[in-house]
C-alpha cells in the first residue's frame, strides 16, 4: 500500500495544514509538495502515533482497530457502511464549513488525519476501491496497537454506533480481508437452526431435473415448442448447455432459434445411471461461467453490458453452506440476514451498488444502491438455495405452509438425492402402458433414453402426475420418418419396455402405415343430394360446376369447402329451390 509521502503531496495547502493541527504539529514550509513531505516524516513517529490514536472518538478508534486487524485495508465499500462516508467537497467548501472541527462520521475523524486513505488495488477480481492505513503509519501503529487497543479504560461495550461491543467482537473474530468474498472463511457458520413453524412443510430433494430435461432433449429435437416444466425451460436449456449436451446453433434455427442438440452426449447422457446423470449436471453446474443464477432470478431483468462473476459467488456460497450441518434444518432468513452483516458484498467485490442495471419488473424500478441489498443480493441468495442446490437435489426445502416460500433447508447425502415417490429409489425400470387406440402411457422412472425415443413418434398430451401419456397419429409418423426414424423401430420399443403384449391392431396399423401411408381418412364434407341425375349433369355443365367436388352417386357430389353460397345461387338461376340441412354463409 502507498505510505504517506506518495499520498499526501496529492492534496492542496489547506488539508495538509488541517492534518497538522489535528496533529498538534507547526509546519515551517508554504510548498504543497514541502509541506507534504515535512508533514510526512513528522507523522511516523511511533509516540505522536499512540498519542494521536489514543485521542481519537470512541467511534474513530473502532474504525482504526478495524482497519488495522484487517490488515490495513477494507474494502471501500463495506468500511462506509460500518464507519459511515467521507463528505466529498472542493477546498473551497472546506476551508468555510471546516469539517475536521464537526466530523459526520468515524470514517472522517480518521480522513482529516491522514489515518485513513483511499485507492483503487488490484485483486484477483479485478481493481477495487478500499479504505487504508498509509503503510508507514500502518507500521507505526503496529508498534503500539496491542497496548493502545487493549488499554484500561477502553471499554468497547460504551461505544455507539460502529463502535459496538458486538462489532468490536465480530472485529476480532472475523477479520476482514481485501476482498468481500474473503471476509469469511468456508467454515464460518451463518445463521441458526430452523424454527418448528419454518420447517413446517418439508419439500424433499430430488432428482427430477433430469426427467426435465429428457422432455426438452426430445421437444428440441423434434423442432417443437418445448412444454412447461418443474424446472423452467431456459433453466434447463443452461444446465444442459453447462454439460455440453445442447450447444447455440451455427444457423441459429431449431427449436427456440437458438440451440441444437448433440447426439452423442445426449445419448451418453440419458443412458447414464441417475445418479451419474445428476453429477453430471452438477458437476457442470458447479464451473459453468455461462450459467448465471443473478440473472435467472423471477421478477428481475438485468440490462446493460455489465459482468458479474457467477463461478466466484457460486463456490463462495456453495463454501457458506457445507459449513451447515448435514440433515440439520437450517433457517433461510437467519442465513440471508447473517450473510448481509458480514459480507453483504459477496458478489460485488468492488462494493459498487451502482452500476448494475437491475430492474424490478413489476413496476419497472431500478434496483440501486445499498438500501436494495435484500432485492437483489438477498433474493439471489434464496434463489440459489431455492432453485439450482434444490432443483439438483443438494438441499432439501421446509416452508411454514404449504405453497408459502421455503423459509428453511436441510442438506442431503448422495443416497437421498433420489426420488422418494417409488421404493425402488432411482432404478429406471418402470414399464408403459399401450393402447390399441394408439395411446402411451410412460411412468417417470421408465429408462429415459426410451422416452426420449417413443415422444419422437408421437402427439403429447399435458403430463399428469408422474406419467407421460403420447398419441401415435399419422401426423406425428410422418414427422419421425422425415428425421430418419422408422415405425418398426417404435414397435421394438414399445415391445421392449411395455407392461403388456403390444396390442395386435395397434401393431398391425404401424406396419401398414409404414408400407402404404394413410390408408383411411375421417373428414366432414358437405353433399348436395338432387332429384334425378339430370339435374346434377345441368349443374356440373354450368359455371357452378368448379364449386363441385368427388361424384358420390347419380344423384349426389361433394361441395368444395367454402363453396355452399355459389353453388345455391346456380340453383336458384336454374330455377331450382334447394333446401338446407346446414347453415351456410
Given amino acids: 500500500m502507498p505510505n504517506l509521502s506518495q499520498i499526501l503531496p496529492s492534496n492542496d495547502l489547506g488539508f495538509i495544514r488541517i492534518v497538522a493541527s489535528l496533529w498538534g504539529l507547526e509546519l515551517t514550509s508554504a510548498d504543497p509538495v514541502a ?19 489514543s485521542t481519537l472518538p470512541k467511534d474513530g478508534r473502532a474504525a482504526l482497530e478495524a482497519l488495522a486487524k484487517a490488515g490495513g485495508r477494507i474494502a471501500w465499500g463495506m468500511f462506509t457502511r460500518r464507519f459511515g462516508k467521507v463528505r466529498e467537497m472542493g477546498a473551497g467548501k472546506r476551508d468555510r464549513e471546516q469539517p475536521h472541527l464537526q466530523p459526520a462520521s468515524a470514517a472522517e475523524v480518521l480522513w482529516y488525519r491522514a489515518l485513513l486513505a483511499r485507492a483503487f488495488f488490484d485483486t484477483e477480481q479485478g481493481a477495487q476501491e478500499f479504505a487504508f492505513i498509509p503503510d508507514d503509519l500502518l507500521l507505526a501503529l503496529d508498534f503500539v496497537k496491542e497496548e493502545l ?47 418448528p413453524a419454518e420447517k413446517a412443510y418439508p419439500i424433499l430433494a430430488s432428482d427430477r ?21 418443474g424446472v423452467p425451460v431456459s433453466v434447463v436449456m443452461e444446465f444442459l448447455s453447462a454439460a455440453k449436451i445442447i450447444r447455440p446453433s451455427p444457423n441459429r434455427k431449431g427449436a427456440g432459434g437458438e440451440v441444437e442438440v448433440q447426439p452423442e452426449p445426449v445419448k451418453s447422457f440419458l443412458e447414464a445411471p441417475r445418479p451419474k446423470a445428476l453429477e453430471l449436471l452438477t458437476g457442470a453446474w458447479q464451473d459453468a461461467e455461462s450459467f ?36 440439520q434444518w437450517w433457517s433461510i432468513p437467519a442465513f440471508v440476514r447473517d450473510l448481509k452483516a458480514k459480507v453483504p458484498d459477496f458478489q460485488r467485490p468492488a462494493g459498487d451498488y451502482d452500476s448494475w442495471f437491475i430492474k424490478r419488473e413489476s413496476d419497472g424500478v431500478f434496483l440501486r444502491g445499498f438500501e436494495n441489498w435484500d432485492n437483489v443480493d438477498g433474493a439471489l441468495v434464496r434463489y440459489f438455495i431455492s432453485g439450482p442446490l434444490f432443483w439438483l437435489g443438494m ?22 438425492r433420489i426420488s422418494t415417490s417409488y421404493p425402488q429409489g432411482s432404478i429406471e425400470n418402470g414399464k408403459l402402458s399401450v393402447l390399441s387406440n394408439g395411446r402411451i402411457s410412460v411412468p417417470r422412472l421408465a429408462p429415459r433414453a426410451a422416452r426420449y425415443q417413443i415422444a419422437r413418434f408421437c402427439e403429447w398430451d399435458e403430463q399428469k402426475g ?3 401419456p403420447y398419441r401415435v397419429t399419422p401426423a406425428s409418423l410422418a414427422r419421425a420418418r422425415e428425421q430418419g426414424l422408422k415405425s418398426e423401430h417404435l414397435i421394438g420399443l414399445l415391445r421392449k419396455h411395455a407392461s403388456a403384449p403390444l396390442p395386435p391392431p395397434f401393431a398391425r396399423a404401424l406396419q401398414r402405415w409404414e408400407a402404404n401411408g394413410i390408408e383411411a381418412r375421417v373428414e366432414n364434407v358437405v353433399v348436395l343430394k338432387v332429384s334425378k341425375p339430370e339435374v346434377l349433369n345441368e349443374l356440373r355443365a354450368s359455371k357452378a ?41
Wanted: glycine share 6%; hydrophobic share 40%.
Fill in 35 to 53: 509541506a507534504a513531505m515535512e508533514l510526512a516524516e513528522a507523522l511516523c513517529d511511533a509516540e505522536l502515533v499512540e498519542e494521536v490514536a
Fill in 149 to 195: 487497543f487493549n488499554r484500561e479504560g477502553h471499554d468497547p461495550a460504551n461505544e455507539h454506533g460502529a463502535g459496538s461491543h458486538k462489532e468490536e467482537q465480530k472485529i476480532k473474530k472475523e477479520p476482514l480481508a481485501d476482498s468481500a468474498p474473503l471476509a469469511v472463511q468456508k467454515d464460518d457458520l451463518l445463521g441458526r437452526p430452523a424454527s
Fill in 209 to 229: 431435473i433430469l426427467d426435465d430435461a429428457c422432455t426438452l432433449l426430445a421437444a428440441l429435437r423434434m423442432g417443437i415448442q418445448p412444454p412447461q416444466t
Fill in 292 to 327: 448465471n443464477e443473478l440473472r435467472q432470478i423471477p421478477g428481475l431483468a438485468c440490462e446493460g453490458e455489465w459482468k458479474n462473476d457467477p463461478v466466484v459467488t457460486r463456490e463462495f456460497l456453495l463454501d457458506l453452506l457445507n459449513a451447515t450441518p448435514e440433515k
Fill in 395 to 416: 438441499l432439501d426445502l421446509a416452508a411454514p405452509e404449504e405453497g408459502a416460500a421455503p423459509s428453511a433447508f436441510r442438506a442431503t447425502n448422495n443416497e437421498s
Fill in 466 to 468: 408422474d406419467e407421460y
Fill in 545 to 585: 360446376g368448379r364449386f363441385l367436388g368427388e361424384v358420390l352417386g347419380p344423384v349426389t357430389v361433394v361441395v368444395k369447402s367454402g363453396a355452399q353460397s355459389k353453388v345455391l345461387a346456380a340453383l336458384a338461376e336454374m330455377g331450382l329451390l334447394a333446401e338446407s340441412s346446414t347453415d351456410f354463409e
